[in-house]
């Protein structure tokens, strides 16, 4: 059974910096691409950054150079340190990861739609006031 645990949403004013992360113990030693959705309400999901098996990154471009997706791959942990946070980055995150990792490791093409990964989290609530 896979699990995936967010945490360290919160309250943030804005200019001010979060750090998510996403506990997945059972992708300790895996090179699955990995990666961070967001969700407010009314609009669907949007892909906000991924992480492939070799370490390779992308982001959407509202969050690029403020926001950076890492991965501590021994401890099957993900995270996402947000800087620079504006009131339009609340929401809900979503840690998510694919069913079946692709041959090293890539990513979905980016933006990735909600159906390029079969794992998600239960989410963790960041509002930016």
């Known amino acids: 059974h896979v699990q995936l645990v967010e945490s360290g949403g919160g309250s943030v004013q804005a200019g001010g910096s979060l750090l998510l992360s996403c506990a997945a113990p059972?992708?300790?030693?895996?090179?699955?691409?990995m990666g961070w959705f967001r969700q407010t309400a009314g609009k669907e999901r949007e892909g906000v950054a991924t992480?492939?098996?070799?370490?390779?990154?992308s982001y959407a471009d509202s969050v690029k150079g403020r926001f950076t997706i890492s991965q501590d791959r021994v401890k099957g942990t993900l995270y996402l340190q947000m800087n620079g946070l504006k009131p339009e980055d609340t929401a809900m995150y979503y840690c998510?990861?694919?069913?079946?990792?692709?041959?090293?490791?890539?990513?979905?093409?980016?933006?990735?739609?909600?159906?390029?990964?079969?794992?998600w989290g239960q989410g963790t609530q960041v509002t930016v006031s």
């Open positions: 998510v990861a694919v069913k079946t990792e692709r041959i090293g490791g890539r990513c979905p093409e980016f933006p990735p739609v909600e159906a390029d990964f079969g794992y």
């Open positions: 059972a992708y300790a030693n895996s090179k699955a691409c």
């Open positions: 992480i492939d098996g070799e370490g390779g990154t």
